[in-house]
């Protein structure tokens, strides 16, 4: 039989797992499946059960930007599942004078809304990501592109890209 012990929902309210596990066992033993079709009425009152997501998290990194870099690519990576972009955080150990980077892909062209500017090391920098470039396929290739000026450098650059991906998909 299906255990869960939840201590909230999402309003808040504070749910007594042995009920609800009583509730989902009932209609598990009556349909042998637990689906939106089986719940009966007022059988989980503050629970709905919602398709579950899981996460991903993809990685760039490069070890040295030198100066006089005019949007080369670093690094890239294919996706290895579909899912949304949810956050994309860099983090730069050095930083030297104009330096910046950007997330891309050969479809959409770049991901977020500004380029990465880490703007000083060991600065986290939070990437806003273009609504209509969230969506991601599996093997879509995204690349790292960095842009130096005379005496921009970068050392040690760490980008993080979190994608929410739907378990039932």
Known sequence: MA????TTVADGDVVDPDI???NINDIQSAYDTIDDDNLVNGSISVVKLAEPYGYFEVQLFVDAVPINQADVRFDQIALPDSGELIK???VAEGETSA???DIEDSVDGTLLNSDISVGAADTIFNGSI???TKDRSEDDMIRLRCTTDGTGT???LRISLLFKK????
Request: proline share 4%; glycine share 0%; net charge positive.
């Open 166 to 169: 739907l378990l039932s998909s």
């Open 3 to 6: 255990k869960y012990t939840p």
């Open 20 to 22: 609800f596990n009583d």
């Open 154 to 156: 970068l050392t040690k």
């Open 130 to 132: 273009k609504t209509a």
């Open 99 to 101: 330096a910046s980077c």
């Open 88 to 90: 994309v955080k860099a």
